[in-house]
């Protein structure tokens, strides 16, 4: 069976370079074997351009139908894993049918490409950006090759931003008040806040906040709905006393976030809780839930 070896490999080389390749800002992305590697990092609107180089084998030639090379947007539902939904898919045409016998290059360049959405790998699907190179063929199958890039896209601070502010209680049991600074937060914000007691009645063991996401996907029946705990600090240990206040000071910096995604082509959302946790002495839990939104800053 030796003359086997070899027979799958493809007969050439592909390579895919951005021309500002060296100067673009690298970014970490991990792929589905679980390895980081580091890809250019774009926003939208902006021109994507480089060159794709096709380098036969030693001694073979390519016989081809033609080389093109397309920009794809593209979400991938993990339940429904190797079928990619394609938002955005752009071509350019790079050569006409024929034989490739050395090294060859071609530059290429998409305009001004719309990217509407964000990079995103989550819980139950994907969404990512990728240049797919196709040397077509006949036989043999066609070459492919991809390129990862990452897209995020920047927001201006809310013109309007207002503060949190509610009330919370067991009927002559526990009364209180808690306020958050504001309801809108870019990825390096802190949440500044407190909580004020008006009435307490029971015994309160200690009381936590959380971050958490929730990822939510699919449609009507089919929606499915991933929750997960970013973050949870420890705001209080031991009981209050009717008219404390405790000040809430919580750094999102260190937490992996995204920004809030609503409906992002009817196919996922993705928002974020403020989930306040009172724990008495008997081990019931009390909760209070409060949805933010979180953006991306330039700087962010």
């Excluded at 093109?68 to 593209?74: H, N």
């Excluded at 870019?186 to 806040?193: A, F, P």
């Excluded at 260190?254 to 724990?279: A, D, G, H, Q």
């Amino acid at each position: 069976m030796n003359f086997l070896i070899g027979a799958f490999k493809p007969a050439c080389n592909i390579s895919i370079t951005f021309s500002d390749g060296k100067s673009r800002k690298q970014v970490p992305m991990k792929k589905e074997n679980g390895k980081t590697i580091m890809v250019s990092l774009f926003q939208s609107k902006e021109s994507i351009a480089g060159k794709v180089s096709i380098e036969p084998l030693q001694g073979k030639k390519i016989e081809h139908l033609g080389v093109k090379v397309e920009l794809l947007g593209q979400i991938e539902m993990y339940f429904d894993r190797g079928n990619f939904y394609d938002f955005t898919s752009l071509v350019r045409e790079l050569d006409v049918p024929g034989d490739i016998y050395e090294r060859k290059t071609y530059p290429f360049e998409f305009s001004t490409v719309e990217m509407p959405y964000e990079t995103y790998n989550g819980a139950n699907l994907r969404l990512r950006y990728v240049l797919k190179v196709t040397v077509s063929r006949n036989y043999g199958g066609s070459i492919v090759e991809y390129q990862d890039f990452m897209v995020r896209n920047y927001s201006p601070p809310p013109s309007i931003n207002n503060s949190i502010k509610m009330e919370v209680g067991i009927e002559d049991c526990l009364h209180i008040e808690f306020e958050y600074n504001k309801s809108k937060y870019h990825l390096k914000d802190v949440i500044i806040g407190k909580i004020y007691f008006l009435l307490v009645r029971i015994k309160i063991k200690n009381m936590d906040l959380e971050i958490r996401r929730r990822e939510s996907t699919g449609s009507g029946a089919n929606t499915h709905v991933e929750t997960e705990t970013l973050a949870k600090f420890e705001l209080m240990d031991g009981a209050p006393v009717r008219g404390e206040s405790i000040p809430i000071r919580l750094f999102l910096s260190p937490y992996e976030l995204t920004p809030t995604y609503r409906n992002i082509n009817n196919k996922f959302s993705v928002k974020y809780y403020l989930n306040l946790v009172l724990v008495d002495e008997e081990d019931r839990r009390y909760f209070k839930q409060q949805e933010i939104a979180i953006y991306r800053q330039q700087d962010s």
